[in-house]
């Protein structure tokens, strides 16, 4: 067959649009979070000051309970909209408008499409701008699978359906967009609850500058589709700003106590604007800052938070949240990229590395000297460099400074890198040396002497399985010792702890000598508690995502905490002597069953929500 002849009779094309729609599908978003923040950034970009992220249920059809679980997500802005032409660039795969925006979170024009297709099959979308009637296309898989979807449909005159207006819009925007996800088989998580709780803490700290500089409100509403085409709003969550600086005032961090009720957490250590060159599009030489932001915990309010704690700082509900904001914020555009823990010393992270703070600020112009992704989720080339001789190996080099005089010779942009890496370490190791005067250990309330550490029900739990194990009630595992090693992979398995705060814990639950683990955590079960033995430990997870635990669990002073705690602990070695897998079978249903019907009585949200 000559060159440039078609033959009709096969399938010719380059690429396969099955294959591709594919790999375009699993492109990387960790979770169905950072696909939603795709949609979001646009949303900024387009200068929007109120942004919506609909969570619609659907009761799950063969199912005899009243399940709902999330069919569609939809996110609307009151932006600037767009007409027909940026309409259809923007539902293009690298069409969007946005990327000539230097300053801008937007710049490779895959946000919109990409994060549709990861988490579903049809995306919908409507936009409208100031004077103007709201233009519709949509991006449908199964269509551009078979080939009969091969350009994006041109945006036509559409009103938005009623279903969605009525829901939406108290009073339509003059400008904006509407993105519905239908069809949705990629969700990370079922219910719009949890989708919720799972993103409040990232969402919060993705875009907190926004939230509070600029004022925008970004929210969660779950509906409910009891009728065809009717939509009731149930519940309406606002995304808090979540600082992993603890600069900012009114954060989700719990509220302080005392006269600090109000304050920053943090104080500002260090700020320092570092110049890294850059080559332009054009081939010019550039200079743009990047910023390094440092902040420490105050210890007046450490101290305060301490008066009559049975606990370390650490293990107060504020050390709790600041533990879930260790790292290295690295932010882009004033939006967060990635929370790198990797950069915090392994021993810094042990003992009080969850109350400092680190945050690096670079315009987009840097972008490919750091490596950030298309999909905006992280700045690979960031990472500590912890061994840059075996870097320099790994490229040949036999020294760290031959690697390094050969990336001057070649003016390499990973100079740049290191530059800021080094910084970065500098910054943390005097951070470090600040923490050496922060308060953590419990102190009772005149704010001199130490308290106690110890949780009475584990060890009342521990002393009542020993009486049981002498009096015959013997259980697996009870009379071995117990391994630092099992415990910590049992902890790390059943809690959501690093590998050091794991190994930390296990020290002390094996230096107390206690054989019960008594925690509340969130927890995606319609359980209100969970059991779990392993190895001689046994774990016992109050869930905070239950409405018994919401209602009644966290409002208990410590002496009813502590029978609370106690009572479930008994129903645990209950559990721990029932040898017939049956029984045990039968004890666990018990367990879910009871969370249930608890859950049905007590909370309005969980058959039907009430209307708001």
Not at 71 to 98: C, H, R, Y
Not at 147 to 165: A, N
Not at 503 to 529: H, M, P, Q
Not at 541 to 569: C, G, R, W
Request: glycine share 6%; charged share 30%; aromatic share 8%.
């Amino acid at each position: 067959m000559k060159c440039g002849v078609k033959d009709r009779s096969l399938n010719s094309r380059f690429l396969s649009a099955e294959t591709v729609i594919n790999s375009l599908r699993d492109n990387g978003y960790s979770n169905t979070a950072y696909a939603l923040s795709e949609l979001i950034d646009n949303s900024l970009q387009a200068k929007a000051t109120r942004v919506e992220v609909g969570f619609i249920e659907k009761k799950s059809e063969g199912n005899e309970r009243n399940w709902h679980h999330v069919k569609e997500i939809s996110v609307w802005d009151n932006g600037t909209g767009m007409n027909p032409e940026t309409l259809l660039k923007a539902m293009q795969f690298g069409g969007s408008e946005n990327r000539y925006d230097e300053e801008g979170m937007g710049k490779f024009g895959m946000g919109l499409p990409n994060s549709s297709i990861s988490q579903c099959k049809r995306a919908d979308v409507w936009s409208w701008t100031k004077n103007s009637a709201p233009y519709y296309t949509y991006l449908d898989v199964e269509e551009m699978r078979s080939g009969d979807l091969e350009h994006v449909p041109t945006p036509i005159e559409s009103e938005i359906p009623e279903k969605y207006k009525n829901a939406f819009f108290p009073k339509i925007p003059e400008s904006g967009t509407l993105v519905v996800w239908s069809n949705i088989d990629r969700l990370s998580w079922k219910t719009g609850k949890s989708i919720y709780k799972h993103c409040e803490l990232l969402i919060g700290r993705l875009y907190r500058n926004f939230i509070c500089n600029y004022h925008v409100k970004i929210e969660s509403v779950t509906y409910r589709e009891e009728d065809q085409d009717v939509l009731s709003a149930m519940k309406r969550d606002p995304f808090k700003l979540n600082d992993p600086m603890y600069l900012m005032k009114n954060c989700s961090l719990p509220e302080l106590p005392g006269h600090y009720k109000g304050e920053a957490f943090f104080e500002k250590f260090n700020e320092e604007p570092v110049p890294v060159e850059y080559v332009d599009e054009n081939g010019d030489k550039k200079e743009a800052n990047v910023i390094i932001r440092t902040s420490n915990a105050k210890n007046n309010i450490a101290r305060e938070i301490l008066k009559g704690s049975k606990v370390k700082l650490g293990s107060t509900e504020w050390g709790k949240h600041c533990a879930k904001n260790i790292g290295v914020s690295i932010v882009r555009a004033k939006r967060e990229l990635v929370l790198r823990d990797s950069f915090i010393p392994k021993e810094l992270r042990q003992y009080k590395g969850r109350f400092i703070g680190v945050e690096i600020e670079f315009p987009p112009v840097l972008d490919h000297v750091f490596g950030v992704t298309n999909n905006k989720q992280d700045a690979v080339k960031l990472i500590p460099y912890d061994d840059l001789s075996e870097v320099a190996k790994q490229h040949g080099f036999d020294t760290e400074q031959e690697f390094k005089r050969d990336l001057e010779l070649n003016e390499d942009s990973f100079l740049q890198v290191l530059k800021i890496v080094e910084k970065i370490k500098s910054n943390i190791t005097a951070l470090g040396n600040k923490l050496s005067e922060l308060s953590v250990e419990p102190i009772k309330g005149n704010g001199n002497e130490p308290a106690t550490e110890d949780n009475n029900a584990e060890k009342k739990a521990t002393e009542g399985s020993k009486n049981r194990e002498q009096h015959g009630h013997k259980t697996d595992g009870y009379n071995t010792e117990l391994d630092k090693d099992e415990v910590t992979d049992h902890l790390k398995g059943q809690l959501d702890l690093t590998e050091e705060e794991a190994k930390d814990k296990a020290d002390k639950i094996i230096l107390s000598g206690n054989r019960f683990l008594i925690e509340s955590v969130a927890r995606d079960t319609d359980a209100f508690f969970d059991v779990s033995t392993q190895k001689g430990l046994t774990l016992v997870l109050f869930n905070t995502n239950h409405v018994f635990y919401e209602k009644f669990i966290s409002k208990l002073p410590d002496e009813e905490l502590d029978v609370m705690q106690t009572a479930i602990a008994g129903f645990a070695r209950v559990m721990n002597e029932t040898t017939d897998p049956s029984r045990q079978r039968f004890l666990n249903s018990v367990r879910r069953e009871w969370g249930i019907v608890i859950n049905e009585f007590l909370d309005e949200n969980a058959g039907d929500f009430e209307e708001i």
